[in-house]
Nanobody, 123 residues
Framework: QVQLVESGGGLVQAGGSLRLSCAASGRTFSSYAMGWFRQAPGKEREFVSYISGGGGFTHYADSVKGRFTISRDNAKNTVYLQMNSLKPEDTAVYYC????????????????WGQGTQVTVSS
């Protein structure tokens, strides 16, 4: 069982930055690929980024490529999402998730989810 707790969300102006953190419980954190997803009001949850267990492989949705950076610190059981040049369309609840199957942009591959953290970008 893995428990995930996100933090770092908030209100920011367009063009600003935020860094989200996701702290995981358990002693096998490096065994999990980690992903970030987001869900805006009235929309389906969508993939943002993932990172492999060792941190050597990452992937991003086209909508955030070049602006967001995912990273992880396995010694701290934490994954991060650095978000720069934020846009109003980035407004959503952001969720981190853990996958035993491997790194993927598919929601069904993820076994554990956090409760989400709200990110609001004002224009």
């Amino acid at each position: 069982q893995v428990q995930l707790v996100e933090s770092g969300g908030g209100l920011v102006q367009a063009g600003g930055s935020l860094r989200l953190s996701c702290a995981a419980s358990g002693r096998t954190f490096s065994s999990y690929a980690m992903g970030w997803f987001r869900q805006a009001p009235g929309k389906e949850r969508e993939f943002v980024s993932y990172i492999s267990g060792g941190g050597g492989f990452t992937h991003y949705a086209d909508s955030v490529k070049g602006r967001f950076t995912i990273s992880r610190d396995n010694a701290k059981n934490t994954v991060y999402l650095q978000m720069n040049s934020l846009k109003p369309e980035d407004t959503a609840v952001y969720y981190c998730a853990a996958s035993l199957r491997g790194a993927a942009d598919t929601i069904s591959w993820y076994n554990y989810w956090g409760q989400g953290t709200q990110v609001t970008v004002s224009s």
